[in-house]
């Protein structure tokens, strides 16, 4: 068999109920890395709270973060690293006008950087600890231009922050909506997707697009699966996703359905 790369998404698809890897799961991974495939998470979530994932997996291949704003091999220097942002002043803008826009909570990230407005901000884990003084999001701790800008929201003004977003700043960066009664906004730069990512390692890895199975689960992952030569819907995955997969699993997330499937697809032994 050709060797292929494996993109993974993880919440929803390679994590399980309680966002971990199942040990089904790591095992399977791990043989398909052994047989010589690429294994590459490809995840919306910063380094800082996916990298314990990646470590347990005990894999050496690169990572896609910030759904394809950040692409690196944790713990060593890759001469093909990079690492995509847009200008801090959209950040400066958002901070002026917080009350305006109903702004909550408002986070910049890069690789190694976290920066919060909120010292205190403890929000479903994305924070989980307190911040110090030197994490303080503003004009003076700001001194690069970040990979991902997020905003907790009011559900009722989001949609003004959106449109001027786009109006304003829709040539440098592109805004996904996530969450329920608070949504939160994310800001990455123009262009930034998971397809990007992953065809960027198939092209350093000299991996044919056809060579590229993906499996995914929400509307993030839609470019990635519709990128990848074969690209695999979670059952518990979106309607709209599953209308433009190769193939769906028949088990859903809590039930190992990526290591399933990927042991039947690679004929690997379990």
Known sequence: MQQKLIALD??????????VISEKTKRILRKASQAGHIVSIVTGRPYRI????????????????????????????????????????????????MKT????????????????????????DFFP???????????????TDPTSLTMLVDDQKKDAIIRHLDQVYGSSV???????????????????????????LADNYKIDRSNIIAF???????????YAGWGVVMS????DLKGIANDITAKDNTQDGLADYLADYLKLAE
């Open 10 to 19: 993880l919440d929803g698809t390679t994590l399980n109920e309680q966002s």
């Open 50 to 97: 996916s990298k314990h994932i990646y470590d347990d997996l005990n894999i050496k291949t690169p990572m896609i973060n910030f759904n394809g704003g950040l692409g690196h091999i944790p713990h060593q220097t890759w001469d093909k690293e990079y690492q995509k942002t847009f200008s801090r002043e959209i950040a400066f803008d958002l901070l002026k006008n």
């Open 101 to 124: 826009f109903g702004i909550k909570l408002m986070a910049a990230e890069k690789k190694s950087m976290m920066l919060a407005n909120n010292p205190h901000a403890l929000v479903d």
């Open 129 to 143: 600890v307190p911040l110090n003084s030197s994490q303080i999001l503003n004009q003076q701790n700001l001194k």
């Open 174 to 200: 592109e805004v996904g909506v996530w969450g329920g009664i608070n949504p939160i906004l994310e800001l990455e730069p123009k262009g930034v997707n998971k397809a990007e990512g992953i065809k960027y």
């Open 216 to 226: 995914g689960d929400e509307h993030n992952d839609r470019e990635m699966i519709d």
């Open 236 to 239: 518990n995955g979106t309607a």
